[in-house]
């Protein structure tokens, strides 16, 4: 194993969930890694809709947490040890995390579609312990290099970021083209980021928060559409002048949403299932997905996307930044998840800094 200067500690802090809302500050053993895995420094967490679900209800879907466990999977650091085969990076090195390894050997990974990889170990999903550590190990081939021009906490916004590049992929969003984005949560506003790279012409965004309307407008979106005070399927026909959109994405996971989305779409239309609703079975206007031959795709994770990812934030097309509205110390984790849970009107993107908080983060 080849590593930074210094010697590395023995253990490490780490932020473990006991049971739904109780998370306590452990010293555990700092992680092994094995020839071609590699031992971050965690210096940026983002927490997730994710991470809330588990941390409020101990599972999502088929998911359970049983026993402590370990939150997070949105991070970015520095190299700070790596195995005796790794030949792409070096102690010190900046990196964002990509947190689902794969096989690399199966029939999905084959085609490149290897986020569908039944063997994939993502963190802070259950069995896999997440990021709200001091340091985590991870494969090689899972970890990109970062400019010294990308922050730490944008680089771990690079994760949420690739859904939206996912979405944008999948349903073919093209230069000039028109878009409905129903629910604008951190996924939901990063995916206004992704549209905006993209070169959609027209963004249209509905949530029922000012705070988070206002966000998505920062970040590229032409029309916000606050559902509380407008219906959103008479706000899209306006501004299209009825025809409705090219591609709508919902990633509210409200059924209400996806029947809005389906029902602003063109004729020929594209729409994006990437918010996870509650319940498995929702009514659709199948007679409308016929007629108007509208393609629907689903959104699980992304592949392939971190390098376009940290290639579009450093370039200052979209300022991913502004949605930072608070930051922790690892040691305050389970504040800044009940931040995050229950002051949704308040705050955006929370990050948690695992090996302190960063001068001029």
């Known amino acids: 194993m080849k590593m930074a200067e210094h010697e590395l500690p023995k253990t490490m ?3 473990v969930m006991h049971r739904t809302r109780s998370i306590v500050i452990e010293e555990v053993p700092l992680p092994e890694i094995g020839p071609h895995e590699v031992l971050v420094k965690v210096m940026a967490v983002g927490i997730c809709g994710s991470d809330l679900h588990y941390y409020s209800h101990g599972r999502i879907g088929p998911y359970v947490v049983e026993g402590p466990f370990i939150l997070g999977h949105e991070c970015a650091g520095d190299v700070a040890a790596v195995g005796s085969a790794v030949s792409r990076f070096a102690a010190g090195d900046r990196v964002a995390v990509e947190p689902g390894v794969t096989c690399g050997r199966c029939e999905a990974c084959k085609a490149g579609r290897y986020n569908l990889c039944p063997g994939v170990e993502f963190l802070a999903t259950p069995p896999y312990d997440g990021a709200f550590v ?3 190990k991870i494969r090689e081939d899972f970890l990109f290099p970062i400019p010294d021009s990308l922050s730490y906490e944008e680089a771990a916004l690079v994760e949420p970021f690739s859904v939206g590049i996912h979405a944008a992929a999948r349903t073919g969003l093209q230069p000039g083209s028109t878009i409905a984005i129903m629910g604008m949560g951190p996924v939901g506003l990063m995916a206004v980021a992704a549209a905006k790279a993209y070169g959609a012409a027209e963004i249209i965004v509905t949530d029922l928060e000012p705070l988070r309307l ?6 590229g979106a032409t029309h916000a559409v606050n559902i509380r005070e407008q219906d959103p399927l008479q706000a899209v026909k306006e501004i299209t002048g009825g025809r ?9 996971g409200n059924p ?14 594209k729409l994006a299932i990437v918010g996870l609703p509650a319940q498995d079975e929702i009514p659709l206007n199948v007679p409308f997905i016929a007629d108007n031959e509208v393609d629907i795709y689903g959104i699980f994770r992304y ?4 390098p376009k990812g940290i290639r579009f934030l450093s370039s200052g097309i979209v300022d991913a930044k502004s949605l930072i509205t608070d930051r922790f110390a690892l040691e305050q ?3 800044a998840m009940e931040r ?4 949704k009107s308040e705050c955006l993107k929370v990050i948690v800094y695992p090996n302190g908080l960063l001068q001029g983060e």
């Open 244 to 252: 409705g959109v090219d591609v709508a994405w919902e990633t509210a």
């Open 340 to 343: 995050a849970l229950n002051h």
């Open 333 to 335: 984790t389970q504040e």
């Open 303 to 306: 592949a392939n996307t971190y």
């Open 256 to 269: 209400k949403a996806l029947q809005s989305a389906l029902g602003s779409l063109r004729r020929g239309g």
């Open 13 to 15: 802090k780490a932020a």
């Open 214 to 219: 206002d966000a998505a407008k920062r970040l």
């Open 134 to 136: 001091q340091y985590i």
